[in-house]
């Protein structure tokens, strides 16, 4: 069965510094990746995904993401934290085949201290 | 923003009641994925729409229903409402169906169940 796990609940980065949301998965087949970011009280922006190719990824507002397909890992980055960056990041993961259903991690809560 | 528009924005309904919510999808998107989010939980695929026919479905029980519209937009239904339905609902539109589409949400409707 496909899961994703984000190990730390909670992250808390130093505006200015470099920050990491780790994100692991599991599936039988070829995982497509995705990372999106959720603002109180709102709904789900889209920040990249993995699909093929290089494994490193850039997406919306500076982030990047890294696959690495022996440690199924597809970890978020931004090399320079913003205090507005702070919200709840979501990992999700498609199998090849499953064109609907994404399934997500519990989240991450980003914390960003000025 | 992703022009995916969702209403109600808050809704309050007791046991047993019916529910109605309802999705716009983005311009050019053919295809509506709904998905619980219930509190400190990562979104959980519900069913997905795909011209107007159910094109894949979670593990919700039948009394969580749809439809889509020509036009694509689409509405969630459910029936017999439980304490344990009270969740954020998500709608998320995508060009296709394909395992590479990305879905882009819209803001939510927070249902509470009394």
């Known amino acids: 069965a496909q899961s994703v796990a984000q190990p730390e609940d909670q992250v808390n980065v130093a505006e200015g510094n470099p920050l990491t949301v780790k994100c692991t998965y599991s599936?039988?087949?070829?995982?497509?990746l995705f990372w999106y970011v959720q603002y109180p009280n709102r709904g789900l922006q889209f920040l990249l995904k993995?699909?093929?190719?290089?494994?490193l990824v850039k997406g919306s507002y500076g982030f990047e993401a890294e696959f690495n397909k022996s440690q199924t890992s597809f970890h978020l980055k931004k090399p320079s934290a913003l205090v507005s960056d702070s919200a709840l990041y979501f990992c999700?993961?498609?199998?090849?085949?499953?064109?609907?259903?994404?399934?997500f991690g519990q989240g991450t809560e980003l914390s960003v201290k000025p | 923003e992703t022009g995916v528009t969702q209403s109600p924005t808050h809704l309050i309904k007791t046991r047993g009641q019916q529910v109605t919510l309802r999705c716009s999808s983005q311009s050019g998107h053919n295809t509506v994925s709904w998905y619980q989010q219930a509190l400190g939980q990562g979104p959980q695929f519900i069913f997905q729409y795909y011209r107007e026919e159910e094109n894949g479905r979670g593990n919700f029980p039948p009394r969580f229903s749809g439809l889509q519209f020509p036009n694509y937009s689409s509405e969630l239904n459910v029936n017999a409402l439980e304490l344990d339905d009270s969740a954020l609902y998500l709608c998320?539109?995508?060009?296709?169906?394909?395992?590479?589409?990305?879905?882009?949400f819209g803001p939510g409707t927070r249902l509470t169940v009394l």
């Open positions: 998320a539109s995508s060009p296709g169906t394909k395992d590479t589409d990305t879905q882009y």
């Open positions: 993995y699909i093929t190719g290089d494994n």
């Open positions: 599936v039988s087949g070829n995982p497509y």
């Open positions: 999700a993961v498609r199998e090849m085949g499953q064109g609907g259903k994404l399934i």
